[in-house]
């Protein structure tokens, strides 16, 4: 009987709540944090908002991580002790470019392209976007939530 109790959990989990417990707590966090979760009022269980290649190379997830991913990967090796939504934010107030397609990465989050793939990037002019995303309020949008999640 006990053994029989996990295939139980996973059938009741995968049905109503499949897509909230399939999804992993970094892709929760970051779509929260960059308010992803607006595009979609049932983003919980769409499972299309923000997808896996965003920080990784493969659309199911895993490894190998695409640029922006280990720029994140590596801000985590510069410091262990940070939670994950402070890593993202400290490389998106890096304003670097991940995929040096001449859009920085917070611009490519403010856009909704993916910032780790040069194929995918904005399609209007860099200063335009700028300008917008500074009127938006800019990178500190995407500041961890004080007082934790
Ligand atoms: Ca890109």
Known sequence: MKKWLPFALLTVSGGVFGSVFAM??????AIQQLHYDKLDPLWEYSGKVMSCTFCHVNR?????????GQALQKGFQANPKSNFDEVL???LSANGDSDGDGYPDAIEV???TLPGDPASHPDRP???LEQEFAAAGGVAMYA?????K
């Open 24 to 29: 992993p707590q970094f892709r929760l966090t």
């Open 144 to 148: 961890p939530k004080k007082g934790g």
């Open 60 to 68: 199911g997830g895993g490894a190998p991580w695409n640029v922006f």
């Open 89 to 91: 934010f400290t490389v």
């Open 110 to 112: 403010f856009a909704h």
């Open 126 to 128: 860099l200063a335009e």
